[in-house]
Each structure stands twice: as C-alpha cells, then as structure tokens.
C-alpha cells in the first residue's frame, strides 16, 4: 500500500461548482496533515493544515479521519483560480515532525 | 510564514560534473530540509539540514551523492555531486515552523537542473 495515496484526477469542474479531493495514509503514528496547492513549475504552497476536529478557511473545509486514516478537501464555489494540483500531504515514519510523505497530487482544473 | 530564496532557480550541466544549490531564509529556522520532484512525480526528502551537526539522508540518498552543508540558522546548500542525467528534477528546500501546535513546512521556489 502507498503511504499517501490520492485520485490523481484530473477532476474537470465549471466555475462555481463544489469538489472534493480525498486521501489515504498508511501511517497510523502520523500526527500532522496538510494541504499544499502546487501550480505548473511551482513550488508546492501550503493550503491548510488538518486538525482532528476539522477546519475551515473561506471556501476551504478540511476533515481528518484518523480511525479510517482518510483526509479530505471540500471547495467551494471553485474559481479560475482553483486550477492547481493539491498535494495531501502527511509526516512520515515514526511520527517524526520534518519527514513529509506526499501524495502525488490531484489534478484540478475549473473551466468558465 | 517565510521568505526562502535559492540559486540558481535553474540550471544545465554536464554529466559528471557537481553542482551546489544555495537555500537562504529571511529568519532564523532550526529544521530545513532538501526534498527531490523528478518530472511528473510528487516530492521526495533527500535529507534533513541540521544546524552545527551532519544532515540525516533519508533511505536511497547518501552523503557522498548530496553533500549538504548548514553553516547557520538562515542557510544551507545541498551539492548534486557527479551528476548523470537521472539527477534532472527540481531541487527544493524548505524550513519548518512552529504553528499552533503543529509544524508547517513551507518551500523555496526550486532550482529546475536539466543534466545532458
């Protein structure tokens, strides 16, 4: 099994619309979780990190599951703007703070 | 968050030649890390920058490949050594900061080396 695994997509939504990325880990010791975006020949951004009660920010929501080990996305009211590849992200073997295992990626692109 | 700048942002080089990329941050940081994204892939740790102590490698990447040094708090370099084309992929750093509660990893904007 892949130690973060997402849908690599390419999820093809019209603006306005609302879309959910999810994501497995394989690391029950993880204790942090991320979103980063990344766009074409960027480096990654962070989003949102995932807490265990879940989280918003604007049009953003984050949930984590720890018993099914299972980290989603919701957005919102998708713009232009959205179109990106969202990299879930979770640290790695041990539990250890620095070593971030990344998903490859789901591919996101709102049309008008 | 962080400013993280690194040079060259990109760069050609000939196979058996070495090549070092400069990381610099705007603050102080203890944790900075070099990761790897080869061509259509997602990041992978090479190894993590300790300040005033070697770098720890992650499995698959060695010390006589990616010399790394971090002589203080706001620098470090990482040397692509006797590169073949193989080593082509973008070389990003990142420093981690403390964040209610967690620690956020947030990246420079990559060196892009293209090895013929």
């Known amino acids: 099994r892949k130690e973060v695994e997402q849908d690599p997509g390419p999820f093809n939504v019209p603006e306005g619309a609302t879309v959910a990325f999810n994501c497995t880990y394989s690391n029950s010791a993880s204790q942090s979780f991320f979103w980063y975006r990344q766009d074409c020949r960027k480096e990654p951004k962070l989003l949102m990190s995932?807490?265990?009660s879940g989280n918003e920010d604007g049009r953003f929501t984050a949930q984590l599951n720890r018993a099914s080990q299972y980290i989603s996305l919701l957005i919102r009211d998708s713009k232009l703007s959205d179109s990106a590849t969202y990299l879930c992200v979770v640290n790695g073997p041990g539990g250890s703070q620095g070593n971030l295992i990344f998903g490859k990626g789901t591919k996101l692109s709102v049309k008008p | 968050s962080a400013v993280i700048s690194q040079k060259p942002s990109r760069d050609i080089c000939q196979r058996g030649t070495s090549l070092t990329i400069q990381c610099q941050v705007d603050s102080q940081v203890t944790m900075m890390f070099w990761y790897r994204q080869q061509p259509g892939q997602s990041l992978t740790l090479i190894a993590t920058?300790?300040?005033?102590?070697?770098?720890?490698?992650e499995s698959g990447f060695v010390i006589d490949k990616f010399p790394i040094s971090r002589p203080n708090l706001t620098f470090s370099t990482l040397t692509v050594s006797n590169m073949s084309p193989e080593d082509s992929s973008i070389y990003l750093c990142?420093?981690?900061?403390?964040?209610?509660?967690?620690?956020?990893?947030?990246f420079g904007p990559g060196t892009r080396l293209t090895v013929t």
């Open positions: 920058a300790n300040q005033g102590s070697e770098a720890t490698y």
């Open positions: 995932v807490y265990s």
């Open positions: 990142s420093v981690e900061i403390p964040r209610l509660g967690t620690y956020e990893q947030y």
